[in-house]
């Protein structure tokens, strides 16, 4: 059936460095994505959004990058911080009316 | 102000003992209200979700079973819990219209021996 799924399970960065999670989603009706970061122990949190009629979206020292042609989203980490370190999700809906379709999950780990 | 309230945190249960957690969404009227679980070290599964109230709508077939007894109320039950029930249980409720973007409560953790 249709699924989101990523591409690395874990990613490991050093602290300064830019990380970037990767995406790929395959029900090509959907038409808004989500990125969500689960700390351990709490439920997801909103990290940032994007519309399928746009393809980059920056917000506080993140970017969500969307490449519809090959079905593939990202979510960039500039300067990633020990505070970075959770388990990063994208999800994805059609006109908000389906209920969002989560991705597996990709832990990062930021190494002091 | 919008929040939603799960309880109890966490919870240890025999197997074959009953379930019930529940999840209280303030701030917002008639609001779409989801259940997902989430196993240890994987992604979220979409168990429930109620339009309304006495609305709900199934994803997986399970010994699980969902209520809505009220607009702001959602409540996660079962009659005979199972080892494979253990896990990380979310309630969550679309706060922006028209986008699907789900605002999640802290969860409660289910432990079945």
């Known amino acids: 059936g249709e699924s989101v799924g990523l591409h690395l399970p874990t990613l490991s960065v050093q602290e300064g460095d830019n990380s970037i999670i990767n995406c790929a989603y395959s029900?090509?009706?959907?038409?808004?994505f989500i990125w969500y970061k689960q700390e351990s122990g709490k439920g997801p949190q909103f990290i940032i959004d994007?519309?399928?009629?746009?393809d980059k979206r920056q917000g506080q020292r993140v970017t969500v990058l969307l490449n519809k042609t090959v079905k593939h989203l990202s979510l960039q980490i500039a300067a990633t911080q020990p505070g970075d370190s959770a388990v990063y999700f994208c999800?994805?809906?059609?006109?908000?009316?389906?209920?969002?379709?989560f991705g597996k999950g990709t832990r990062l780990s930021v190494i002091a | 102000s919008q929040t939603i309230h799960q309880w109890p945190a966490t919870l240890v249960q025999p197997v074959g003992s009953p379930l019930s957690l529940e999840c209280t969404v303030e701030?917002?009227?008639?609001?779409?209200l989801y259940w997902y679980r989430q196993a240890a070290g994987r992604g979220l599964q979409l168990l429930f979700y109620?339009?309304?109230?006495?609305?709900i709508s199934s994803e997986v077939p399970q010994n699980l079973s969902a209520s809505r007894p009220q607009d702001r109320q959602f409540i996660l039950s079962s009659k005979k819990l199972l080892l494979s029930d253990s896990g990380f249980y979310l309630c969550?409720?679309?706060?922006?219209?028209?986008?699907?973007?789900?605002?999640f409560g802290e969860g409660s953790r289910l432990t079945v021996l």
């Open positions: 969550a409720w679309i706060r922006k219209a028209n986008t699907g973007e789900l605002f």
């Open positions: 029900n090509s009706a959907s038409d808004y």
């Open positions: 994007i519309r399928s009629n746009m």
């Open positions: 999800a994805e809906s059609f006109s908000g009316n389906t209920p969002l379709v």
């Open positions: 701030g917002t009227s008639n609001p779409n």
């Open positions: 109620s339009i309304g109230i006495d609305q």
